[in-house]
């Protein structure tokens, strides 16, 4: 079975332009969560979804961030302007339902210069 | 304020060294607690979730203890391929969404053969 699947794997960008990240959840899960890590800062959450809604984006730093799930098998993540303090590995992560353990994609590595 | 502290930050053993592994938490109501392992420019992979004091779990050489203030994670006769950053991570009871994990920074574990 695939696991959680993350695009793109690496992202270099420019501050002041667009970043898209995307993810794949496991098939029949419920429930899509989006973390940041950074060595400053460990692993935080920034938002997440249960049933393609947003329940909780109480972690997204400020309005340049903002997270979509239009359907069951598939969120972005966009921060439009990017800054280079954004520069972090982004997880997505889903889980059967919100109660249950989480699984990890394998990241997105973001440098913006 | 609610968090979450993991000790050591980083420990070194050598192979077959047992040791323990150390998660304290500060929570208002404890909805679980859970164990990754993540390995370098990779997302962390689900260990062990457990949910109430005395409760404890094994998979191969690890065994993870819950207390009503802190878990244990207990390494047995470790071998290089253990070595990795264990975080933990508890569900807290926040304001009716039990849902949001709150992890701790980590212990990065390497196992000299």
């Known amino acids: 079975d695939a696991g959680v699947i993350q695009s793109p794997r690496h992202e270099v960008t420019e501050m002041g332009q667009e970043v898209t990240l995307r993810c794949k959840p496991i098939?029949?899960?419920?429930?899509l969560f989006w973390y940041r890590q950074t060595m400053m800062r460990g692993l935080e959450l920034l938002i997440y979804?249960?049933?393609?809604?947003?329940?909780?984006d109480s972690g997204m730093p400020e309005d340049r961030f903002s997270a979509k799930m239009p359907n069951a098998s598939f969120s972005t993540l966009k921060i439009q302007p990017s800054e280079p303090r954004d520069s972090a590995v982004y997880f997505c992560?889903?889980?059967?339902?919100?109660?249950?353990?989480?699984?990890f994609g394998p990241g997105t590595r973001l440098t913006v210069l | 304020e609610d968090q979450v502290t993991q000790s050591p930050e980083a420990l070194r053993l050598q192979e077959g060294e047992s040791s323990s592994l150390n998660c304290s938490y500060t929570?208002?109501?404890?909805?679980?607690l859970f164990w990754y392992r993540q390995d370098p420019g990779k997302g962390p992979e689900f260990l062990f979730t457990?949910?109430?004091a005395g409760e404890e779990k094994e998979k191969e050489r690890l065994k993870a203890t819950l207390t009503k203030k802190e878990s244990f994670l207990h390494i047995t006769a470790p071998k290089p391929e253990d070595s990795a950053t264990y975080l933990c991570?508890?569900?807290?009871?926040?304001?009716?969404?039990?849902?949001?994990?709150?992890f701790g920074t980590g212990t990065l574990l390497a196992v000299q053969p």
């Open positions: 992560a889903s889980s059967w339902t919100v109660y249950n353990e989480q699984f």
């Open positions: 098939s029949g899960h419920n429930s």
């Open positions: 979804f249960n049933n393609n809604v947003p329940i909780d």
């Open positions: 929570v208002s109501g404890l909805r679980g």
């Open positions: 457990l949910y109430s």
């Open positions: 991570a508890v569900r807290e009871n926040y304001g009716g969404a039990t849902n949001k994990l709150i």
